[in-house]
């Protein structure tokens, strides 16, 4: 494959990425796994990598796990199933469910060993993560009416986007390491937007929020460092760490809501940070027959330490502070066998911890990312001894959380339910040539 038409690949994915639609993903608001292959073994692979989408992903090490020079496509297409509810006493109840379309997330992954085979360098470019919304307004569900009673239509559309070149050496037979710099790229459109203090008339004491619908792009960067260590064929350990994400405010144009007020229509500006948190993570890499990897993970993720994610509540101006996301643990186990020389079959489990606690359920309507558990499962076809095609499916099971309105002028007992469950298919296209 010649290095134009190498180039030529990655610049088309990494287009294809940017035009990618929202995804509500599944640990927090990162996808559990990218790519078929990885995917289908329940987002598990730090200490053993069974592709490159998978390598990027969770710890650069790995890359030294594939021979010559390697591509891999992967599309998924991922359907999230939302509904909000809300109930005040004497006012009413009523539910919601989000418009729900298949959302696309394609990836791609390069590498290639250099000379004395000690050395892979290469290039990944995945969408990790998001989340998104689209409840129309109502009558019946009253936190959806209208502004000023409810929030009228609640729309959210956050995208992220990793572009990762790295190196993996071999710096002993046994003992790999690895290391990339990741640049990142996020979408973000909210309306309306809660981070933006109200338009308050003073007389009636009404508010109504603005709107920051048209979305806003922002870069970000950050780092990842990893290990690996191989025992003998049958044990290897890993483990690594991926920095947070710094990025830039996003930044919109919007105008001030509230049609009691002279400012009405009138423009604002307004901004929002919001970081990637870090995640720390180790891995098992167990090999019981030469047919079988077991691979069993745990992922650290540091919400409360990350900007955008973790003040929580209303500020004094009745701004919302941010998302109020805890810190969360993963697990992970996946497996794959070869059950003959063209055919292998994957299977996994991932559990996350729920990272919005029951008291900010209010504030996490455009983001409920409470979905737990996982299962997965796929198969991969040699065609050829170059060409690998596998494909995979997993759920996310249903959850459903409730937590208080936080407005006194509210009846007690005034709730917020959030439902999330998810569903995914994807494709994988892998070629070796070594």
């Not at 598990?44 to 710890?59: K, Q």
């Not at 992220?160 to 390491?177: R, S």
């Not at 290391?179 to 338009?199: E, I, N, R």
């Not at 994610?309 to 186990?333: C, L, M, Q, Y």
């Amino acid at each position: 494959m010649g290095l134009y038409r190498r180039k030529g690949l990655v610049l088309a994915t990494v287009l294809a990425l940017t035009g990618a639609g929202p995804a509500a993903a599944t640990d927090g608001h990162f996808l559990h796994g990218v790519g078929a292959i990885n995917s289908a073994m329940g987002g598990a692979g730090v200490a053993a990598p069974a592709s490159l989408l998978g390598a990027y992903y969770l710890n650069p090490a790995g890359l030294l796990a594939f021979d010559g020079t390697r591509v891999e496509f992967g599309f998924e297409v991922f359907r999230p199933d939302r509904t909000v509810a809300s109930n005040i006493p004497g006012l009413g109840a009523g539910s919601t469910t989000s418009k729900s379309d298949w959302v696309p997330l394609p990836a791609i992954g390069f590498s290639t060993r250099l000379g004395n085979d000690r050395v892979v360098v290469g290039l990944g470019a995945t969408g990790i993560g998001g989340f998104g919304v689209d409840y129309p307004a109502s009558t019946t569900n009253p936190i959806l009416t209208p502004q000023p009673n409810g929030f009228g239509q609640v729309y959210s559309n956050y995208q992220l986007l990793k572009i990762t070149p790295a190196v993996a050496i071999a710096v002993t037979p046994k003992l790999w390491i690895g290391g990339g710099l990741d640049v990142d790229w996020a979408s973000l459109a909210v309306q309306p937007m809660p981070t933006a203090a109200p338009a308050i008339d003073a007389g009636s004491g009404t508010a109504y929020y603005s709107s920051a619908a048209a979305a806003d792009g922002a870069f970000g960067a950050g780092f990842q460092l990893g290990l690996l260590y191989r025992f003998n064929e049958l044990v290897s350990v890993g483990a690594s760490y991926s920095s947070p994400q710094w990025f830039r405010d996003f930044t919109f144009n919007s105008t001030y809501a509230n049609p009691n007020l002279a400012s009405f229509g009138t423009p604002r500006e307004i901004r929002f940070g919001l970081d990637v948190p870090a995640v720390y993570a180790a891995g098992l890499g167990l090999h019981p027959l030469p047919a079988l990897t077991i691979a069993a993970d745990a992922r650290y993720v540091t919400y409360e330490s990350t900007s955008g994610f973790k003040d929580s509540g209303f500020r004094p101006d009745f701004s919302v502070a941010g998302f109020g996301w805890k810190n969360i643990w993963v697990t992970a186990i996946g497996g794959q066998f070869e059950a003959s020389d063209h055919l292998t079959l994957r299977a996994g489990y991932n559990h996350s911890g729920n990272p919005i606690p029951g008291s900010q359920t209010f504030f996490n309507i455009p983001a409920p990312a409470i979905v737990q558990d996982h299962v997965s499962f796929g198969l991969g076809y040699k065609v050829t001894r170059r060409c690998d095609i596998s494909a995979a499916y997993y759920k996310a099971f249903r959850n459903t959380q409730s937590g208080p309105i936080p407005n006194p002028a509210l009846p007690p007992g005034s709730t917020i339910t959030s439902s999330l469950r998810e569903d995914s298919i994807l494709l994988q296209f892998s070629f070796a040539q070594k």
